[in-house]
């Protein structure tokens, strides 16, 4: 399992070139998040780790908000949440590091409300991270992602 926390971490301090790196660099950092949770992993990844990873790659989503890179983004200021949805998914941290883009956008027009689906992400952390995998090396094509991801959900 080590492995596979150092090679999520890789793909999150990767810049996204395309809608795929940012759907891989989202499940990774939901992988790492539901791995943190358990005793034996805290010593590979700390939450300052994570958040500061979400909150650059919000960033970038941010600084990219005309392209098509996310479906949503939407940071809710009462529940300190961040929803991003990308390929349908809806994907929420919460306590990001708050950059003065994120502050910024947290006042415009951008940040439109968006409910949480209620649908949790952590237990099937290791589906989505492999699926995000399978995505971004076209090992799948994209109908049988759209399979894939309801056989998960």
């Not at 908000?65 to 949805?85: G, S």
């Not at 951008?110 to 589906?127: C, F, H, M, S, T």
Request: include cysteine; hydrophobic fraction near 40%; charge should be negative.
């Amino acid at each position: 399992m080590n492995e596979l926390i150092e090679e999520a971490k890789q793909y999150i301090n990767v810049i996204p070139q395309n809608k795929k790196d940012i759907f891989l660099q989202l499940c990774s950092l939901n992988l790492l998040n539901a791995l943190i949770k358990k005793k034996e992993y805290k010593t590979f990844v700390s939450y300052g780790f994570i958040k500061s990873h979400v909150s650059k790659l919000v960033d970038f989503c941010i600084s990219h908000i005309n392209e098509d890179y996310v479906e949503e983004l939407y940071y809710d200021t009462i529940q300190r949440c961040v929803y991003i949805r990308c390929y349908g998914i809806q994907f929420s941290f919460h306590n990001i590091v708050q950059t003065n883009s994120i502050n910024n956008f947290i006042e415009s027009t951008e940040n439109v409300y968006v409910e949480w689906d209620g649908i949790r992400l952590q237990p099937i952390a290791d589906k989505l991270y492999t699926l995000a995998k399978d995505l971004n090396v076209d090992k799948i094509s994209s109908i049988q992602f759209t399979e894939r991801i309801k056989e998960i959900l």
